[in-house]
């Protein structure tokens, strides 16, 4: 499996971004995608995740609300849209996926996705 991450960029705080992963290979292998993200200087966190079946969603606390994360099995593509964006939400954003279920917090971890897409830059500025 492979995914590419896509959609980066700057913006004024108050604006909003939307990130596109894109998966290719052995999809029917994703059981779920998060995206991450990874500030300067700080240990890479997850934001979101979905199901890659059920559409079942998360967020973390800091973006839930503002974010959301959705998923187009047709284009094995899942979405990032990111609204009313802080500075503090600047980062290298990743999107990753693993097959088989994880625990609720196993999916927190970076050690429990296989599959990882490069990042890409979102700075909003103040």
């Known amino acids: 499996v492979q995914l590419q991450a896509s959609g980066g960029g700057l913006v004024q705080a108050g604006g909003s971004l939307r990130l596109s992963c894109a998966a290719s290979?052995?999809?029917?292998?994703?059981?779920?995608v998060g995206w991450f993200r990874q500030a300067p200087g700080k240990e890479r966190e997850l934001v979101a995740h979905?199901?890659?079946?059920?559409?079942?969603?998360s967020y973390a606390a800091s973006v839930k609300g503002r974010f959301t994360i959705s998923r187009d099995n047709a284009k094995n593509t899942v979405y990032l849209q990111m609204n009313s964006l802080k500075p503090e939400d600047t980062a290298v954003y990743y999107c990753a996926g693993y097959p088989g279920r994880r625990s609720l917090s196993d999916r927190y971890s970076t050690r429990s996705y296989d599959y990882w897409g490069q990042g890409t830059l979102v700075t909003v500025s103040s």
């Open positions: 979905i199901t890659w079946s059920g559409g079942i969603t």
């Open positions: 290979g052995r999809t029917s292998s994703i059981y779920a």
